[in-house]
């Protein structure tokens, strides 16, 4: 599975962006689906997950109420619906799998199978 991230932009705040996640050929079949973000300086952190084949969603808590996560296992792509993005939202993003057969993902980056390239989201105040 070679994963690609996309969707990424310069936007002001208050704006909204969807980044998707493309499976590059492969299969997302029996993968939570997880968003991981990394600013500069800091370190890389859990936003939000969805498990195969997609009932449970997991977020992050500075992202509830204006993240969603969602998937198209036709497509083999998943998505993150960003809404009143914020400065504090500038990083570059990156998608990963997670095996997974309905249960909870994990939020562990140590824990993910595959990883895309990330995209770079930068909100300007």
């Known amino acids: 599975v070679q994963l690609q991230a996309s969707g990424g932009g310069l936007v002001q705040a208050g704006d909204s962006l969807t980044l998707s996640c493309d499976a590059g050929?492969?299969?997302?079949?029996?993968?939570?689906i997880v968003w991981f973000r990394q600013a500069p300086g800091k370190e890389r952190e859990f936003v939000a997950s969805?498990?195969?084949?997609?009932?449970?969603?997991d977020y992050a808590v500075f992202v509830q109420g204006r993240f969603t996560i969602s998937r198209d296992n036709a497509k083999n792509t998943g998505y993150l619906q960003m809404n009143s993005l914020v400065p504090e939202d500038t990083a570059v993003y990156y998608c990963?799998?997670?095996?997974?057969?309905?249960?909870?993902?994990?939020?562990?980056?140590?824990?993910?199978?595959?990883w895309g390239k990330g995209t770079q989201v930068t909100v300007s105040s």
């Open positions: 990963a799998t997670d095996r997974n057969l309905g249960g909870s993902p994990s939020r562990l980056a140590g824990d993910m199978d595959y």
């Open positions: 050929g492969g299969s997302f079949n029996t993968y939570a």
């Open positions: 969805i498990s195969w084949p997609g009932r449970k969603k």
